[in-house]
């Protein structure tokens, strides 16, 4: 078992970003510990999103939660490969410990068992008006080699390649056809962080919401090719690029692999729908905005493994 559940970010002025957050796009309070603020879904994760106060943006940490057979495989090949990794115990809502992994670009990944979830929040249905996110769906990271991020997350995480385009590596960790994806993109930095929606409906009613607001997408709605989610882009306020997002498609595990061939458009289409452009500089902006940075010193995890 293996699944996506949260992203943990610092920046300046967390308190304002984390209202933002729960008063503007629709997330629920997770509570606060110390200088840190966690915003959950309404699905059954105790939070998504942990902003902490910092002096610059950076990305502590992305989480994901599995079995203990599955900690197990990851720090046996993350100490095989020689990637910079450490025990850890999480003080994050829904406690767990496990390992944190420095892949090759320095994106940190965090692999937890025995954390906790909570129940899920009923009521916020189209009636209500209320939008709210249900969980992530899929964390982006931009790359200086992609195809080289692909393989060390099948190398060493076990997760899978679903399709090359031009522009993106999608992987997935489980059914779903990308929990991650590795962005050409010549640097290493956050793309986005991506927020699982019911469905269409709550996407639309999303983006009315944010219009509501004075706020318009940077990129959407429109529908992508992998993955086949309905999407909107927005850059927050307090920095990194946020995405409504329908679930993307569940796939087989004998899902044929596509190339860039299998992902071509139309000219001047990058959607199914091409009823919306995408502000390509401002998004370039956002990205490059939040950095990893490690907090944390190298430790061999062999007790993790039993070794
Ligand atoms: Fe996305």
Excluded at 276 to 283: E, I, Q, V
Aim: aromatic share 10%.
């Amino acid at each position: 078992m293996m699944k996506l559940r949260s992203i943990e970010l610092a920046l300046p002025k967390a308190a304002e970003a984390h209202r933002w957050m729960i008063d503007i796009w629709g997330c629920a309070d997770g509570g606060r510990m110390g200088d840190t603020f966690y915003l959950r879904g309404s699905g059954t994760f105790p939070y998504l999103m942990a902003i902490s106060e910092s002096a610059d943006n950076f990305v502590r940490s992305t989480t994901f939660v599995c079995s203990p057979e599955r900690l197990a495989q990851v720090a046996q090949a993350a100490t095989a490969r020689g990637l910079n990794a450490a025990p850890c115990v999480s003080s994050d809502p829904g406690g767990g410990h496990g390992i944190v992994v420095e892949l090759a670009e320095g994106e940190l990944l965090r692999f937890l068992v025995d954390a906790t979830e909570v129940a899920p929040i009923e009521g916020h249905s189209k009636a209500s008006r209320r939008v709210m996110p249900v969980k992530l769906t899929h964390v982006v990271f931009n790359s200086a080699d992609a195809e080289a991020s692909g393989d060390i997350v099948e190398e060493v995480l076990g997760f899978r390649v679903s399709d090359r385009t031009k522009g993106m590596v999608f992987v997935r960790c489980n059914e779903a056809h990308h929990s991650t994806a590795f962005a050409r993109a010549g640097f290493s930095s956050l793309n986005h962080v991506a927020f699982e929606m019911e469905d269409l409906d709550a996407v639309m009613r999303g983006i009315g919401n944010m219009r509501d607001h004075g706020f318009a997408p940077a990129w959407g709605p429109g529908r992508h090719g992998p993955g086949d989610n309905v999407y909107a882009y927005y850059i927050a306020p307090f920095g990194p690029v946020i995405e409504y997002s329908t679930p993307v498609e569940k796939v087989a595990p004998d899902y044929r692999t596509g190339e860039p061939d299998d992902w071509t458009w139309p000219e001047k289409r990058i959607d199914q729908w091409g009823v919306s452009d995408k502000d390509f500089a401002g998004l370039r902006v956002a990205e490059e905005a939040f950095r990893f940075r490690r907090e944390w010193q190298p430790a061999p995890i062999n007790e993790v493994i039993g070794a």
